[in-house]
C-alpha cells in the first residue's frame, strides 16, 4: 500500500521488477521477427515496468528477403546478427535462456518465426520446432509461467504445448481484414481452440497461461495492432506464477 498513488501508478509499481525475456527470430516483416511488433512490445513493456532480455537462435535464417522488391536476395544471413538490430545490439543467444531467471516469455511475430523458430512456413501442420525454442516454450508453460505469443507465433504453442490450449488469429469469418484465416483452421487441426478476437484486444488462456493477439494477422492501422500488443503485454505482465 503506497499512500498517494493512483491506482494506474500502482499497477506499475506491482508489475515493476517483472523479468521478461524476449525471443526474435531475425529483422524484417518477410524473414525474420516483424519490427513494428517486436517495437510495440517492447514500448508496452517498458511502461509497464518490465525488466527485459532479448534473445534469439544462433542459427543461419532460412532465406533472405529484399525488403524493397518482396523477392529473395541470394545471401546467408544469421538470426542472432539480424535479431541484434532490433535490440541495439543487447542479446543473447537463445540456447542461453534460463526459464528459472525469468517471469515470462513474449514471442512477436513476422514470418522469421515461420521460418527460422520453426518450418511452418514451408511445413505447416507438420512443421518442426527449432530445439531451443521448444526447450524455451516447454520450460515457461512446465514452470507455469506466462507465454506471450503475437500474429503467427501462436502456431508454435500450438506445436509445442497442444491440449486444447486456446489462441486467437484474430477472426475467422472476415477474410479481406484476416486474409490468412487459414491459420486458424491448422490451429485447430492440431487440437487448439481458436478463440476470435478483435486486433486490438488479446485472449488470455488461463490455464495455460498462454496470452495471444493477432497482431499484423489482420489488416488494420498500426495504432490497433500497438493496442492489441498492449493487452498482450498488459496480461502477461499481471498474470502470477
Ligand atoms: C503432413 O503430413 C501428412 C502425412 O505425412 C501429409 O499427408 C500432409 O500432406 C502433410 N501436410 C503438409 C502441410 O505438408
Ligand atoms: C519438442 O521437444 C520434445 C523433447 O523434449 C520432443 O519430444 C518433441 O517432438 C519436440 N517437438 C517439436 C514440435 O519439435
Ligand atoms: C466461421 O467460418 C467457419 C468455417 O470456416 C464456420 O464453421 C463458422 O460457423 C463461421 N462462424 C460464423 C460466426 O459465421
Ligand atoms: C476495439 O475495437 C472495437 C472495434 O473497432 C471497438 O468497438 C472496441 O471498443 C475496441 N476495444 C478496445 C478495448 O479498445
Redesign the pocket.
Known amino acids: 500500500d503506497w499512500p498517494g498513488l493512483g491506482p494506474k501508478l500502482c499497477l506499475r509499481a506491482a508489475a515493476m521488477g517483472k523479468r521478461v525475456a524476449l525471443v526474435l527470430a531475425g529483422c524484417g516483416v518477410f524473414d525474420g521477427s516483424e519490427i513494428h511488433e517486436a517495437s510495440a512490445a517492447l514500448v508496452h513493456l517498458s511502461r509497464g515496468g518490465a525488466e527485459v532480455k532479448i534473445f534469439a537462435p544462433n542459427i543461419e535464417q532460412r532465406d533472405v528477403v529484399n525488403h524493397l522488391k518482396g523477392s529473395p536476395a541470394e545471401e546467408k544471413r544469421n538470426v542472432l546478427v539480424e535479431s541484434a538490430r532490433l535490440a541495439r545490439g543487447n542479446i543473447q543467444d537463445l540456447a542461453e535462456l534460463k526459464a528459472s531467471e525469468f517471469d515470462a516469455v513474449i514471442f512477436p511475430g513476422g514470418f522469421g518465426v515461420a521460418k527460422n523458430l520453426?518450418s511452418w512456413a514451408v511445413d505447416g501442420k507438420n512443421?518442426?520446432?527449432n530445439?531451443h525454442v521448444?526447450?524455451t516454450l516447454?520450460a515457461f508453460h512446465s514452470a507455469k509461467k506466462p507465454i506471450g505469443l503475437c500474429c503467427i507465433s501462436p502456431v508454435l504453442a500450438a506445436?509445442?504445448i497442444v491440449v486444447g490450449t486456446e489462441l486467437t488469429q484474430g477472426r475467422e469469418n472476415e477474410s479481406m481484414r484476416f486474409p490468412d484465416a487459414e491459420t486458424a483452421s491448422a490451429i485447430t487441426e492440431l487440437g487448439c481452440k481458436h478463440i476470435c478476437k478483435n486486433v486490438n484486444e488479446s485472449h488470455v488462456d488461463k490455464a495455460n497461461k498462454i496470452v495471444t493477439t493477432c497482431a499484423f494477422m489482420c489488416k488494420a492501422p498500426l495504432h490497433e495492432i500497438f493496442d492489441g500488443i498492449g493487452t498482450m503485454v498488459q496480461e502477461v505482465l499481471n498474470t502470477g506464477e
Do not use: D, G, L, Y
Open positions: 520453426c512443421c518442426t520446432v530445439e521448444n526447450a516447454q506445436k509445442i
